[in-house]
């Protein structure tokens, strides 16, 4: 079965902290996303990547980095975490040599708190 | 860029009854359109998709139509059951170009007994 798998959970951390957020998949998939999920907002893409070692801004970007070291994992980095970042983050990737070319599999999320 | 406009935001049915969602986009170029489902606490799943070159598309109990001319797509899911009770996210994104898919905010679909 395929899957794409996040490191977490649920996570508390405190403002200021660096978090790093990590999704591996086991798919071969080329392009990896990483999404935040907010009541009412749908889910809005933060970053994505479609080559190991490329990235590309989605349309929250602010506050946030990623890396892409490897083809199957894709972190995701809050260099300095704020309450506003609390959240629900989505990982997912997909098949192609560009986005969108393929339906998405999602990891099943990471529910982050900042306090 | 693309933008997907999702409704209704919240749909309530009788278990039996037929529910539709309907999602509008404004880029012409866009031609695959998926559609996700996401019960509670978990991960959003793709349950059926559809690309410009077909009109309609059905999986057993749900179906997904498209009119290219008037840029809507709608999801119709027949005979509902309580375990279609999820919230469903449609997106819509161009084939073989750069772009990314753009969802719609999502929409509540609660299945009574």
């Known amino acids: 079965d395929v899957k794409v798998t996040q490191s977490s959970r649920y996570l508390v951390k405190r403002t200021g902290e660096k978090v790093f957020l990590e999704c591996v998949q086991d798919?071969?998939?080329?392009?990896m996303f990483w999404y935040r999920q907010d009541p009412g907002l749908g889910l809005r893409l933060i970053y994505f990547?479609?080559?190991?070692?490329?990235?590309e801004k989605g349309d929250i970007p602010e506050g946030y980095s990623v890396s892409r070291e490897k083809k199957e994992r894709f972190s995701l980095i809050l260099e300095s975490a704020s309450t506003n970042q609390t959240s629900m983050y989505l990982c997912?990737?997909?098949?192609?040599?560009?986005?969108?070319?393929?339906?998405?599999?999602f990891g099943s999320g990471t529910r982050l708190t900042v306090v | 860029g693309e933008n997907v406009e999702q409704h209704p935001s919240t749909l309530s049915v009788q278990e039996g009854d037929s529910a539709v969602i309907k999602c509008t986009y404004s880029?012409?170029?866009?031609?695959?359109f998926p559609w996700y489902k996401q019960e509670l606490g978990k991960r959003p799943q793709l349950i059926i998709d559809?690309?410009?070159?077909?009109g309609e598309k059905k999986d057993q109990r749900i179906a997904v139509t498209l009119n290219k001319t008037a840029k809507h797509f709608s999801l119709h899911i027949t005979e509902t059951q309580p375990e279609d009770s999820a919230v469903y996210f449609c997106?819509?994104?161009?084939?073989?170009?750069?772009?990314?898919?753009?969802f719609g905010r999502g929409t509540s679909l609660i299945v009574h007994p």
């Open positions: 880029d012409s170029a866009s031609n695959y």
């Open positions: 559809i690309r410009s070159n077909v």
């Open positions: 798919m071969d998939h080329e392009n």
């Open positions: 997912a990737s997909s098949l192609g040599t560009r986005p969108s070319n393929y339906g998405y599999t």
């Open positions: 990547s479609y080559d190991v070692k490329m990235k």
């Open positions: 997106a819509a994104s161009a084939w073989g170009g750069s772009y990314i898919p753009t």
